[in-house]
């Protein structure tokens, strides 16, 4: 078996066939986020790939500075991120940038605002309580959550943004490239 997760959470790999890929596309887009959230005066929430493990989001954080990075290894207390962006944000800098990876897990977890709506139900009838959420929209709820969350606890705008399988298109790096031919599942040439 050859690891060809790009979130990289294949066990006994160093890096997995994608992860690279994966990993400076969103460093674009991280970028490109924070652009937006100082010109815009507010704070940005993006999630990215890792439901399982938070790989992805801690290093294209650390790689872009972020205020926030939120992975599902450790369960974060949504009150002292909001405590952090506190502290960071000032009139000289008026905007933050969070990282969340999908999987994110929280102490203290927000209360829903509505129970599962009668069709999310028939559409997913064997699906109960946070699983039938998760059934129907997966993606974007980390970043909804801890946007809407942040926003209440400190006063500051913030506007959620997510990456999902976009990050999963696009060329390979040369990192991925040479790591699928010396592993032989790219042939190059006859």
């Known amino acids: 078996m050859h690891p060809r997760s790009i979130e990289n959470d294949?066990?006994?790999?160093?890096?997995?066939?994608?992860?690279?890929?994966?990993?400076?596309?969103?460093?674009?887009?991280?970028?490109?986020?924070?652009?937006?959230?100082?010109?815009?005066?507010?704070?940005a929430v993006v999630e990215v790939l890792g439901e399982q493990a938070g790989w992805l989001a801690l290093q294209a954080g650390i790689a872009v500075c972020?205020?926030?990075?939120?992975?599902?290894?450790?369960?974060?207390?949504?009150?002292?991120?909001?405590?952090?962006?506190?502290?960071?944000?000032?009139?000289?800098?008026p905007y933050g940038l969070v990282v969340v990876a999908e999987g994110a897990k929280f102490i203290n977890k927000p209360e829903k605002e509505k129970p599962a709506s009668s069709l999310k139900a028939s559409l997913s009838p064997l699906a109960t309580g946070e699983a039938s959420e998760h059934a129907i929209k997966r993606s974007g709820q980390a970043a909804e959550t801890v946007a809407t969350e942040l926003q209440l606890l400190i006063a500051e705008e913030t506007f959620p943004l997510v990456l999902g399988l976009w990050v999963r298109g696009g060329a390979p790096t040369a990192v991925d490239r040479q790591l699928g031919w010396v592993t032989g599942l790219v042939r190059y040439g006859p």
């Open 10 to 43: 294949i066990a006994a790999t160093m890096v997995s066939f994608g992860f690279n890929s994966a990993l400076s596309f969103t460093i674009e887009m991280l970028d490109r986020a924070r652009q937006a959230a100082q010109s815009a005066r507010k704070i």
């Open 66 to 93: 972020a205020d926030a990075v939120l992975i599902p290894e450790i369960p974060c207390d949504l009150k002292n991120v909001a405590g952090r962006l506190k502290e960071k944000i000032s009139p000289r800098r």
